[in-house]
C-alpha cells in the first residue's frame, strides 16, 4: 500500500479526499497538514511514497515550497492541487519538480491520478494536459525516440491514450510510460525550454 500526506487548508476538500483515498486497497492517507511548515517538520519521520500539495495556500509562495520539498526529499512523489489555470503559472509549478497537476473542481479524479502516478504516468487534469501537449504541437524532437514522437504527434491529434494504444499496438500503460519520458525528456514542464525547442527544430529545418 502507497502511502500519502495530504497539505490542504481547505478543511471541506481535506476530508473528503483523506475519505476516498482511504476508501482505496493502494492508498492511505497516513497524515493531513493544513500548511507546509507543519508538513515539513514530519515528513521526515512519516516517509510518504506521494504527497498532495494544495499550493493555493494563502501568503505562500507554493512554488518555492514545491522546490523546497523536492531538494529535500527527491525520491518523493508530488501532485498539486489547485484552481490555477493561468499559463505561465501552470508551467512554472510543473518546472518545479512536481509529476501531476490535478484542476480542483467537482470532477477531481484523485484516485485515478494515484493510479496513473503509480504506473508510471504524469497525472493532469484534461485542460493541463492539453495545455502541455499543444506546446509541442506538429514537431518532431531528436531527444524523442521514434515511438515517443509518434504519440507525441498523436497527443496532438487530441487521440486519447486507448486509442494510441490500439493503433500502435501496446498497452496504456506503456503509453503513460512514454509520455512521462517524453515530459521528463523535452523538459515539458517549463514553457520557455518548450519554446526555445520548438523554435531550434524551425531554425534547423530552415536551414537544410
Known amino acids: 500500500m502507497k502511502t500519502i500526506v495530504l497539505i490542504e487548508n481547505d478543511t471541506f476538500l481535506q476530508t473528503n479526499c483523506t475519505s476516498l483515498i482511504n476508501s482505496s486497497k493502494r492508498f492511505k492517507v ?33 512554488i518555492d515550497k514545491i ?7 527527491p525520491e518523493i ?24 497537476y490535478l484542476i480542483k473542481n467537482d470532477d477531481l479524479q484523485i484516485i485515478e491520478a494515484l ?25 518532431d524532437f531528436k531527444e524523442l525516440t521514434k515511438r515517443e514522437n509518434e504519440i507525441l504527434k498523436l497527443l496532438t491529434k487530441g487521440k486519447s491514450y486507448s486509442t494510441i494504444a490500439e493503433k500502435l499496438y501496446v498497452s ?27 523554435n531550434s527544430k524551425k531554425r534547423y529545418l530552415k536551414a537544410g
Not at 522546490?67 to 526529499?73: D, E, G, P, R, Y
Not at 492541487?81 to 512536481?98: I, P
Not at 510510460?177 to 515539458?188: A, G, M, P, S, W
Open 115 to 139: 493510479e496513473q502516478l503509480e504506473q508510471g504516468g504524469a497525472p493532469m487534469s484534461t485542460i493541463i494536459s492539453r495545455m502541455v501537449i499543444e506546446s509541442f504541437q506538429d514537431h
Open 172 to 198: 496504456r500503460n506503456t503509453v503513460k510510460y512514454h509520455i512521462r519520458n517524453i515530459y521528463e525528456k523535452l523538459n515539458v514542464y517549463c514553457k520557455d525550454e518548450a519554446i526555445k525547442l520548438v
Open 67 to 73: 522546490k523546497h520539498i523536492k531538494n529535500i526529499f
Open 30 to 62: 497516513i497524515a493531513n497538514f493544513n500548511n507546509y511548515e507543519s508538513a515539513l517538520q514530519n515528513i521526515q519521520e512519516l516517509q510518504p511514497d506521494i504527497i498532495l500539495i494544495d499550493i493555493d495556500i494563502p501568503n505562500t509562495n507554493g
Open 77 to 100: 512523489k508530488l501532485i498539486i492541487l489547485t484552481k490555477n489555470q493561468q499559463h505561465k503559472f501552470v508551467f512554472d509549478v510543473l518546472s518545479s519538480g512536481v509529476l501531476g
